[in-house]
C-alpha cells in the first residue's frame, strides 16, 4: 500500500473560530467581473452578482447558476481566488430552457434549469471578515415575512447592499418560491443574494425576476442542501447534518477487530464472500478516468489552513496529478504551503483490493447498522504488519523541499476498519487505521462510493477521500473531494454520493 506522507516541523498556532449572530453585511457580498466579451464582440462588458457565505467560515461561497456560468470558473472575492466551482444546473438536463440574462452593455442568454439554479465556489481561503449563516428547509406558510438581501445594478458602479422587505405568496410550478417585495421593485444583480426569515435563517437562494417586477423568486433551501450533499459531502455533514447518509468523517461503528489466533475469521461465510466478490468488482472497475480531484489541509477541529484543486489522471490503475491549467504531471499529491500537513495515498483503489478476493486479509461481518433511517450491512477487517499490507511513509523537511536522496522507505503496521455496504452489496465507505511507531501514533483514512452516470452507463466511483494523522499535539487531516468525472476526457455528472436504492 503506497505511503501517506506527513511534514513533521514546529507548528504555528492560530486563534478558532466562533460562530457569529446573522449581520448582512458579513454574509452577503457582491460578485463582479470586467472584460472584454468575445462572444457578443464587445470590447468591454461587466458582469455583475451575488454571492454569500455557505460555511460559518466562509470558504464556500454560494451563488446562482447562471451568476457562476457567466462570471467563469475561477473567481477572486474580497481578494481571495477560488479553486474549483460546482454546478447543479447544466444545459442538457431535463427541463432546461433558455432564459435571458441581464448584462451591459449586451444582455446574454443561457440554456440551464430554474429550479436547480445553484453554483458553489471553493475559495482557497476563507473570507475574512465574512461568516455564515443558519439555514431553514422547512415548509413556509403564505403570507410568512421575509428579507431578501443582495447587491443590485446601480446607477452607482460602487453597488450597495439592498434589503427587501417581502411576503410569501406560495410556490411557482417550477418549484421556486415567490416573494412580493413591498417597498421597492427588484432589481438585476442581486442573484445569488439570500433570502432570510424572521429567526436570521436562509430560506431561499434569490435567482430571478417575475413577470411584475415587485416579485422575487428563489430556489427553496431544500434544494441547496440536496445539491451540496451531492456536490461537497463535507459541507453537508457540517449544514444539513440531518441529511447525511453515509458521513465521510463519522468514526467507525464498533471497537476494532481483533485478529483471532487461528485461521477463524469467517472465510468461509456467504455474506463475507460476497463482500470481497463487490470490494474486488469496484477495485477492477476503477481503473482509468479522469476526475478533477481538491484538497483542504489543516489541523484539529479548525478551519482549513489551505486549499488545491489539481486533475487526476488514472491509466490502468497508475495515479498521476497535474493543475488544471498545467501540463507538468506529479507522481504524487504536491506538498501544500503548510507548516504540518498529511497526504493521502490511493486508498480509493487500495482499500478494495485489500477486502477483495486479491489480498484475502481477516474479514468478518459485524451486527448490520441504521443510518439515516436505512439499514447497512457492516464488516470489519484486520491485517498484521508482516501480512505487508498497510504501510506508512513520513517525509523529513529535506524532501519536502525537493531532495529526494532523503526520502524514508514505507514501513508496514498493524491495520484495521470497517466497510459499509448497502442491502445489494454496493460499497458505500471504507475506512482504515493504523497504529504507528512516531512521531505519530495513529493514522486514520476514510473513503465513501457514489455513481457516476456516462453515455447511460452507472460507474461507482470514490467521492471523498479522508487522510489524518494524530501526534501527541496535534491531529493533522487532509479531506479530499473527486468530482467531474471523465473517462477519457468526456465529462459525467455525479448522481449521488451514496444513494443505496441505485442497482448497478
Known sequence: MRGLLLLVIVLLLTAAC???????????????????????LSPFSIKFGTGFCLDPECRFVGTNYHVAKEMGAYVLIKGVLSIHRYLDSSPDETGAGWIRLAGFPV?????????????????????????????????????????IYGYPLGWNPKRGLVRWRATFLGKTP????????????????????IVVNGSGKIVGIFNAIGEDDHVALAVPTRQLADFV??????????????????????????????????????????????????????????????????????????????ADAYETLVLDGNQRWHRPSGKKFYDEIPFPPVAAFVNPGAEWSQLPQMVGTDYGVAVRQAP???????????????????DKVCSFRYVRLLESIGLDFFRHPDKFYDCHGEVWTDASWVILRISLTMDLSGPSYRYRALVTYGWVEKDGAQHLVPVTLVAQAEDRKSVHWCRGLFTDYGMFGTKTRLLVASDPNRTR
Open 229 to 306: 450533499g451531492r456536490a461537497q459531502p463535507y459541507l453537508q455533514a457540517v449544514l444539513f447534518p440531518k441529511q447525511v447518509f453515509v458521513s465521510p468523517v463519522a468514526s467507525d461503528l464498533y471497537p476494532p477487530y481483533d485478529l483471532p489466533a487461528g485461521d477463524g475469521h469467517e472465510a468461509n461465510s456467504v455474506d463475507v464472500f460476497r463482500l470481497r466478490l463487490a470490494a474486488q468488482r469496484l477495485a477492477d472497475s476503477m481503473t482509468n478516468f479522469i476526475a478533477t480531484q481538491t484538497f483542504a489541509w489543516g489541523r484539529d477541529d479548525r478551519e482549513a489552513e489551505t
Open 174 to 193: 417550477q418549484g421556486l418560491l415567490a416573494y412580493r417585495c413591498r417597498d421597492d421593485r427588484v432589481r438585476p444583480g442581486a442573484s445569488g443574494g
Open 18 to 40: 466562533s460562530a457569529q449572530a446573522f449581520t448582512p453585511e458579513r454574509v452577503v457580498f457582491p460578485i463582479t467581473h470586467f472584460g472584454p466579451d468575445i462572444r457578443h
Open 368 to 386: 448490520d447498522a441504521i443510518a439515516a433511517g436505512r439499514t447497512i450491512h457492516v464488516f470489519q477487517y484486520a491485517a498484521k504488519a508482516e
Open 107 to 147: 444582455p446574454g442568454w443561457l440554456k440551464f434549469t430554474l429550479a436547480h439554479d445553484l453554483a458553489i465556489y471553493e475559495m482557497r481561503r476563507p473570507l475574512k471578515g465574512f461568516h455564515g449563516t443558519g439555514f431553514d428547509t422547512e415548509d413556509l406558510e403564505d403570507g410568512e415575512e421575509a428579507d
